[in-house]
């Protein structure tokens, strides 16, 4: 019970932290004169996968590498079949061309990327199957590709969307970014030893925690950030939020926890990575083979389905 409200605990302080962070750090890029959509693409976007990120540095540095690999693709898995199920049960999402062309075509070439990348025993006759530092920082030059490109883009792009931010005095932002920074480190740290205490009590190991309970609280922005986008009826903000979160995961979380430590993948996680690719590819089919590139109720009936037979999976594998 203590572990679960610790937990519990964190995820707070972990929400709370990267809340207040993007807010205060917001205001100081308005300040600054940034250009809005850049504040969109960069700060916002960092905020919404600063949980993921925290949990997987804490948890890279002690060393709990199952947990770093499960959170990374349970978030993903998450995020595709159980987030955007839900938003399209609530309302069928339609996609801007943008989102379309690059994004969702991206977010499936980093889970093959993923795949390839942990296949060491396949195609390099290994003994073991390894994600090195190496690679990690190729998937953190993926990602600087991505990011730049995306600006680019997103500066020629003509009517979009404006992200709204609070005015605070400099010093006032100070100290939120010091609170968020604080927030997000502290609930991090919880989280994990948390969840490896509750492993251990429960006889789980790090890999379903990751994939379950720390990942599914670790998307809770994601989560809240579309429901609300598809309630107001903004539903490319809402698979665009997604789908840039699990870019977001792979080549930047995954890289740059990589690089603290190289992860190890157990013949147990080839599944995760391969439902994580399935998931992206369903996703891809579903926008490009559709009338109008929209996820329609049924297609997120389907989504919504499938995560609850891979969470049955992971019981049944445990």
Known sequence: MVDILLLLAGFVALIFGADKLVDAASSLATRFGIPNI?????????????????????????????????????SNIFNVLAILGISALIFPLTVKTNTTWLEIPLSLLAAVTVFILANDVFLDGATANFITRSEGLVLLLFFCIFLVYNLKIAQNTPNEEETETLLYTPLKATLFILLGLAGL????????????????????????????????????????????????????????????????NIFLVLGLSTIITPLPVLPTSMTDVVVNIGASLLLFIFIFTGRGRRLSRWEGAVLLSLYIGYLALLIIQE
């Not at 925290?54 to 499960?70: C, R, S």
């Open 185 to 248: 480190i502290i609930g991090g740290q919880l989280i994990v030893t948390s969840a490896t205490s509750m492993a251990v009590a429960f006889g789980l190991s790090e890999r379903i925690i990751g994939l379950t309970i720390v990942s599914v609280g670790t998307s809770l922005p994601e989560l809240a950030t579309s429901i609300v986008a598809v309630r107001k009826r903004n539903v490319d903000i809402a698979i665009g939020n997604v789908v840039g979160s699990n870019i977001f």
């Open 38 to 74: 850049v504040i969109g693409l960069t700060i916002v976007a960092f905020g919404t996968s600063a949980p993921e990120m925290v949990v997987n540095v804490i948890a890279a540095l002690d060393q709990k590498t199952e947990m770093v690999l499960g959170n990374v693709l349970g």
